[in-house]
C-alpha cells in the first residue's frame, strides 16, 4: 500500500518547490524490496519528483544540505535515526531553512 | 570594565517604576534585584535588536552592551524601531542608546561600535550575563556561539526572512550550542538575509521581543526556557510552531566532551562571506 | 475628517524606505500602496498599543487614530515603550504622536484625549479602516465590538496580564463577533487589570506587535487572519497555543440576523464598571 | 473503567486551583446509570473535587461563569456539543479565562 506523508518546507526552503509550504504525497510501493521508505530514500524522491530547480541548494550527496533542519512530526530527526527514521504512515516531515537575518 | 555589583535594595522609585512586575509572585522584588545585577550584550541594533533592547531597557536590566558597525539608513526605519529620521546617518549604536535613555536612564548602556571578530569577541562578551544574537550573518553566528560556549555564557538566538522567524537558546543548562545542530555551516550562496530576501518588520519585533522575554528569564531563573527547542514563527500564516531539538552531543567540536575547537577561529574563511559582506548584497537588490 | 484619498503611486523616497517590503512578492508596490491608503485606530496607548502603533508606523500606514485618556505615568514605561521619563504627566495620545511622528513623519496621526464612550464611538471610528482594541477593561471592549459591528469595521483583539496573552479578529470575513464569544459580560470582581494583577512588559509587546501584524494582513489582503481563531500565549512556559473558535452565532445579539441591539448602549451599565475605573484598582495594589 | 482526562487552566483561571495550570485527572465510575460523562459532570466534579476557594469565580449554575470559555482538544466547546459534550479517554479539556488588560 501506498504511504500518504505531509511535507512541509519552511524558512525558504518552500521558495525551491513554487513556494508551496505544505506537500501531501503519496510514495509509491517499491518493487522488489520491503515496502520501507527511509528519509533517505524521501530525499531521493524529492530531489526526483519535486525539486524545481537548483538542487544544491536542497540536497548535498544523499542528505539535505547544511543549514537544513529535518522535523519528523515536530521533532529533530536526530532523536529519531536520521537518514535511517522508516517512515510511518500520515508522518509529517518538515524541512526547516534556518534563517540568518535579523 | 567590571560586572555589575550585586544590587540588594530597590530604591522607592523603583518599586514605583517596576510595581507592575514586582506584584507578580514569579518575578517579585528578587526579579527585579536579578535584572538590576545583570547585564545583556545584544549583538546588532537591528530588526531584533531594537525590539530587544527596549523591552530589556523597560524592564530594568541593570547593564544593556548594544554592538554594531553600522550607521542608520532610511530602509532601516520600517523595522528598526529605536532609531529615527533624524539620526539617520548617525551610528546605530549611538542612535540605539539615545532612544533607550530617554526610556530608562537607570540603565547603564555601552555602545561598541565595531565589526565583532575573533579578535575583540571574547574581550567585549567576558564582561556580560546573557548575548542576545541579534546580528544578520552566519559568520557573526559561529564566532558567538564558539565565543559563548569557550565563556560559558547563555545565548539566545533570534533570526527573522520574510514573513518568518526562528527562535531558540543555545549552551545553557546543559542544552545543545549552534554547532551542534550545525556543525558546517550552509553554503555562501544559500545564504539570504533580510536586505536580499526582504522581511515585514514587525516579525523581527516579534522574535526579537521574545528574546527580551527569554533573556529575562535566564537572568530571574523563572520559567521555561527554550532549551533543546525551537521556535518557528510564520506571520503569514498568523502561526506559532514548536519543534523539539536534538540535546547536547557529546562529540560537538566545540561544546563536546572532548573538543577539537578551543580558541576563536577564522569565521569568514569557515563560512565563506563577511558579516559587513553588504555590497554583493545591494546588487542582488 | 474625510477618509484618506487611495493613493495609486509611491514616492521614490518611499521606494528606498519601504525596499525591504516592497522586494516580498505577496507585499509588493501593491500593499504598500494599500499601507499608505489606509486608517488604523488603536484604541488604548499602553501595553499593547504602543507596539502596535511603531510598527504600523514604521511599515507606512496613512493615518494612525489613538484613543487614550490617560497621561503617562512613571509606572507605565516599563511596557508602554512610546513613552519616556521626559514625558512623565503629558497626555499618552501626545507622547505616541511624538514618537511615532518622530519614527516616521510621513504617518498622519489624530491624537484622540477622551473616554471612549456611547456618545462619541462611533463619530470617531467610522473614519478609520480597522480597529485595534488595546484597551484594558471589558466595558470598552463590548463598546468597540458593538461599534465595529454597526459599522462594519474589522476588530484586531488583543489582551495581556501577567504572563499572558490572548489575541484574535472580530467581525471579519464573516467571522464571530467578541458577543458571539461572550454573550453575557464576566461578573466585575472576576475582572483584573495589569495595574492589578501585573504583567511582564514584553507580553503585551509581543501581542500589540501581533495585532498591528494582523492590520497590516487586512489591509494588504494577504495571508490568514486570525478569524475563528484564538492565539494563547504564555510567557512563562514560552509556548502558543491555537485554538479553533466557535462561527458567527446568526442568533447573536448585535451580528446575528435578527439583532436585537441596533445602536450603542449604556457600557458601564452593562458590565457593572467603569473604564477609568482607576481609584479602586489602586486600593486593591 | 475510569477516564483519563487532562484538564487545563488558562488566563488567570489556574489561580483558583493552586497556580497549577495542569491537572491529570481521573473521573471515576459511575454507579447504576451509563458510564458517560458529559462537560456538565465535569463542571460539578471540578468543583467538587478540585476548586480551592470562592467557586463562583469559576461556576455560575451548572455552567461556568460568563466570560470563561471551554476548549475540547483546543477546539471551542460550543462546535462539538457544549455542556453536553461526552468526554471521551484522554482529552484535553481547557478552561480560559478571558484577560482584559493591556
Ligand atoms: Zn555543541
Ligand atoms: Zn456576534
Known sequence: ?102 | MAALAESKVLEREEIGRYGRQLILPEWGVQGQLKMKSASVLIVGAGGLGCPAAQYLAAAGIGHLGVVDYDSVEVSNLHRQILHTEGRVGVTKVSSAQESIQSLNSKVKVTPHHLVLNSTNALNIIKDYDVILDASDNVATRYLLNDSCVLLKKPLVSGSALRFEGQLTVYNYKGGPCYRCLFPCPPPPHCVTNCSEGGVVGVVPGVIGSLQALEAMKIITDIGDSMISKLLLFDGFSGTFRHIKLRERNPECSICGDDPIIKELIDYEQFCGSKPNDKERQKELL
Open chain 1, 1 to 102: 500500500m501506498p504511504l500518504s506523508v505531509e511535507i512541509e518546507f519552511s524558512g525558504g526552503a518552500e521558495l525551491l518547490f513554487n513556494k508551496i509550504k505544505k506537500h501531501k504525497i503519496e510514495l509509491p510501493d517499491k518493487m522488489g524490496v520491503a515496502n520501507t521508505w527511509t528519509i533517505r530514500d524521501l530525499i531521493g524522491w524529492i530531489k526526483e519528483n519535486l525539486l524545481c530547480e537548483r538542487p544544491e541548494l536542497f540536497v548535498q550527496g544523499e542528505s539535505v544540505r547544511p543549514g537544513i533542519l529535518v522535523m519528523i512530526n515536530n521533532i529533530d530527526w536526530d532523536l529519531v535515526g536520521g537518514l535511517d527514521y522508516v517512515i510511518n504512515n500520515n508522518d509529517t516531515i518538515l524541512f526547516i531553512s534556518t534563517l540568518h537575518g535579523g
